[in-house]
């Protein structure tokens, strides 16, 4: 009877199999990119600064041209209007604000760019 409970228990921790395998990041993830300029509404804060850069939440690049711009921005001057994407409340204090981007003036370095615009229905992505 011991010997039986002895091999049950051998064969239920089964040291011969391998260990399950549990991946640490989504690759497709990691190909695409993690931030969705889609998903960015309310409030904002730009940071320039550059020594707080680590703080922010991405890196983003105000584009001159409206045609290459991945989103476009319409200022809103109520935050309870910024409810959906493209539409940002600009807050004067980082501490109030839903995200805080950087503002880079290098496109290379920003995960995306955008674009303000004066007319509210123009807000949002881009159709790629």
Do not use: H
Not at 12 to 24: D, E, S, T, W, Y
Not at 26 to 44: E, F
Not at 90 to 119: C, G, H, I, M, P
Request: hydrophobic share 45%.
């Amino acid at each position: 009877m011991l010997l039986s409970f002895l091999v049950s228990g051998l064969l239920a921790l089964n040291p011969f199999a391998a260990p399950p395998r549990v991946p640490l990041a989504n690759p497709a993830a990691a190909v695409a990119g993690s931030i969705d300029p889609c998903r960015i509404y309310g409030s904002v804060y730009l940071e320039r600064d550059p020594r707080r850069r680590g703080y922010c939440f991405a890196t983003v690049y105000i584009e001159p041209e409206e045609a290459f711009a991945d989103l476009l921005v319409y200022p809103e001057t109520n935050k309870l209007f910024a409810d959906r994407a493209g539409l940002w409340y600009l807050t004067e204090a980082r501490d109030f604000a839903d995200y805080a981007l950087f503002v880079t003036d290098n496109r290379n370095l920003a995960d995306f760019s955008f674009q303000y615009t004066k007319v509210r229905n123009y807000a949002g992505c881009r159709q790629r």
